[in-house]
């Protein structure tokens, strides 16, 4: 049975539309053929613009070859400035918002070929406060955030890529919600020039997609690095298994997951170890929640100075907390940011990649908001290149993964690492499926 061609993967569209075996008019068609089907009720995308997409993929089917993104359309999350669609951030200060520039990880995919075919939903400037996005697996739950529309909008076949951005766990909390692969780059690797600063020390750009072969697609442009694009592994990989302290809130699908990759990944040859908890790294995500807040208040300080009635009561919320946290602690928090990360990039000497939870378990009920990033702060604080790799679903039908973590500026090899990982354990779920296939699609 052949398959829609908006269901296909970014790194064979890629193919195809090289091959000119597929043209870009057809596959923007089919995309929006699928927001049209459900954006009613996704509700993935806060600006979309049908008719300059299928004229730029008109004008690209016309030239040569642009680069390796030659014809993808993609989705951009509304947190990145855009010369053509408006940004609003989330927020309704910004309402009206018309960015002279492109942001520069979209100027980068613009200049490979790629094709931006709209705006996804941000919660309000990357925080807590959740938009109208559902889950495309269950539109009960949350798709997560704060990436909630481009995780969701690749989930359910809108786009085969969106860009999206982690300050604590926004990319691989909507990644594991929503069952696709999510990819957060080591810290600085991708340009943050014209995305809305939350927190200096953490924001990260990266994106989704259904595959890891997919994200290393796009990651080798937004971070021009070709080796990204060589997944091949020969070795068995050293694995870490870390729990982390937050283990108790873990819920058992996620203790399954967590149980089930360790003994796959043991047949299949791997080394796997417990990594042991280090009791100090109980303080971490509370320190990461006081960068984070600190830097906030520091970086919407127009907004919390001068908008304060347009902000949404839990930001301010943030942003008053952030306020009262002094520049001396700030500075003694981020020395103790950096203690810890000296310690955690020393178990690279004994593993390759370490394996920890993605969440707590499944997605939760849309109306009690996004999820909580707990498993993810420690790993944005240390920068470290993260992957949600989708293999497992808990008992609401809805999907669970883990989180695989990597040796910082290692991400070419955290990568191919990854795909030797999640072939290993899809192969041991279902041998005949793939992640994109794993739940049913409305």
């Given at each position: 049975?052949?398959?829609?061609?908006?269901?296909l993967?970014?790194?064979?569209?890629?193919?195809?539309?090289?091959?000119?075996?597929?043209?870009a008019?057809?596959?923007?068609?089919?995309?929006?053929?699928?927001?049209?089907?459900?954006?009613?009720?996704?509700?993935?995308?806060?600006?979309?613009?049908?008719?300059?997409?299928?004229?730029?993929?008109?004008?690209?089917?016309?030239?040569?070859?642009?680069?390796?993104?030659?014809?993808?359309?993609?989705?951009?999350?509304?947190?990145?400035?855009t010369?053509?669609?408006?940004?609003?951030?989330?927020?309704?200060i910004?309402?009206?918002?018309?960015?002279?520039?492109?942001?520069?990880?979209?100027?980068?995919?613009?200049?490979?070929?790629?094709?931006?075919?709209?705006?996804?939903?941000?919660?309000?400037?990357?925080?807590?406060q959740?938009?109208?996005?559902?889950?495309?697996?269950?539109?009960?739950?949350?798709?997560?955030?704060?990436?909630?529309?481009?995780?969701?909008?690749?989930?359910?076949?809108?786009?085969p890529?969106?860009?999206?951005?982690?300050?604590?766990?926004?990319?691989?909390?909507?990644?594991?919600?929503?069952?696709?692969?999510?990819?957060?780059?080591?810290?600085?690797?991708?340009?943050?020039?014209?995305?809305?600063?939350?927190?200096e020390?953490?924001?990260?750009?990266?994106?989704?997609?259904?595959?890891?072969?997919?994200?290393?697609?796009?990651?080798?442009?937004?971070?021009?690095?070709?080796?990204?694009?060589?997944?091949?592994?020969?070795?068995?990989?050293?694995?870490?298994?870390?729990?982390?302290l937050?283990?108790?809130?873990?819920?058992?699908?996620?203790?399954?997951?967590?149980?089930?990759?360790?003994?796959?990944?043991?047949?299949?040859?791997?080394?796997?170890?417990?990594?042991p908890?280090?009791?100090?790294?109980?303080?971490?995500?509370?320190?990461?929640?006081?960068?984070?807040?600190?830097?906030?208040?520091?970086?919407?300080?127009?907004?919390?100075?001068?908008?304060?009635?347009?902000?949404?009561?839990?930001?301010?919320?943030?942003?008053?907390?952030?306020?009262?946290?002094?520049?001396?602690?700030?500075?003694?928090?981020?020395?103790?940011?950096?203690?810890?990360?000296?310690?955690?990039?020393?178990?690279?000497?004994?593993?390759?990649v370490?394996?920890?939870?993605?969440?707590?378990?499944?997605?939760?009920?849309?109306?009690?908001?996004?999820g909580?990033?707990?498993?993810?702060?420690?790993?944005?604080?240390?920068?470290?290149?993260?992957?949600?790799?989708?293999?497992?679903?808990?008992?609401?039908?809805?999907?669970?993964?883990?989180?695989?973590?990597?040796?910082?500026y290692?991400?070419?090899?955290?990568?191919?690492?990854?795909?030797?990982i999640?072939?290993?354990?899809?192969?041991?779920?279902?041998?005949?499926?793939?992640?994109?296939?794993?739940?049913?699609?409305?």
């Amino acid at each position: 049975m052949s398959t829609a061609l908006n269901r296909l993967g970014a790194l064979e569209a890629a193919r195809k539309l090289q091959r000119r075996e597929l043209t870009a008019v057809q596959l923007v068609r089919a995309c929006f053929a699928r927001i049209e089907q459900r954006e009613n009720t996704i509700h993935a995308w806060t600006a979309l613009q049908k008719q300059a997409a299928l004229d730029h993929a008109e004008a690209l089917d016309r030239s040569p070859l642009r680069g390796p993104l030659h014809g993808l359309p993609i989705g951009v999350k509304d947190l990145f400035d855009t010369v053509d669609l408006p940004t609003r951030y989330g927020s309704p200060i910004y309402e009206r918002h018309h960015p002279g520039l492109d942001a520069a990880a979209v100027a980068l995919c613009r200049h490979a070929g790629a094709i931006v075919i709209g705006k996804t939903v941000t919660t309000e400037f990357a925080t807590y406060q959740a938009g109208p996005t559902r889950n495309p697996r269950n539109e009960a739950y949350t798709p997560g955030g704060s990436s909630s529309g481009s995780a969701a909008a690749v989930a359910d076949d809108m786009v085969p890529f969106a860009l999206g951005s982690q300050t604590a766990g926004s990319i691989i909390r909507p990644a594991s919600y929503c069952g696709i692969v999510g990819y957060k780059p080591t810290f600085g690797a991708i340009p943050r020039a014209g995305v809305k600063s939350l927190a200096e020390s953490l924001d990260t750009v990266g994106g989704f997609a259904r595959s890891v072969p997919d994200v290393a697609l796009f990651a080798s442009v937004l971070m021009r690095d070709p080796r990204l694009l060589n997944l091949s592994y020969d070795a068995k990989p050293r694995i870490g298994m870390y729990r982390s302290l937050q283990w108790r809130h873990a819920q058992s699908e996620t203790k399954e997951a967590f149980a089930q990759a360790a003994a796959t990944l043991s047949r299949a040859g791997a080394h796997v170890e417990e990594v042991p908890l280090p009791p100090e790294h109980c303080m971490l995500v509370q320190l990461h929640a006081d960068i984070m807040a600190f830097e906030s208040s520091q970086s919407l300080a127009y907004e919390r100075l001068e908008h304060a009635a347009q902000l949404s009561p839990k930001i301010q919320a943030i942003l008053e907390a952030g306020a009262q946290i002094s520049a001396e602690e700030h500075i003694k928090n981020l020395a103790r940011a950096a203690e810890s990360r000296a310690r955690v990039d020393g178990w690279f000497d004994k593993y390759d990649v370490l394996l920890a939870p993605a969440a707590s378990g499944e997605a939760p009920f849309a109306d009690l908001g996004t999820g909580d990033p707990q498993f993810s702060r420690a790993w944005t604080l240390f920068g470290l290149p993260c992957l949600n790799l989708p293999f497992a679903t808990g008992p609401q039908g809805l999907p669970v993964g883990l989180q695989l973590i990597g040796k910082r500026y290692d991400d070419h090899r955290t990568v191919a690492i990854a795909a030797w990982i999640h072939e290993r354990l899809l192969a041991a779920r279902e041998p005949d499926i793939g992640a994109s296939d794993m739940w049913p699609r409305g």
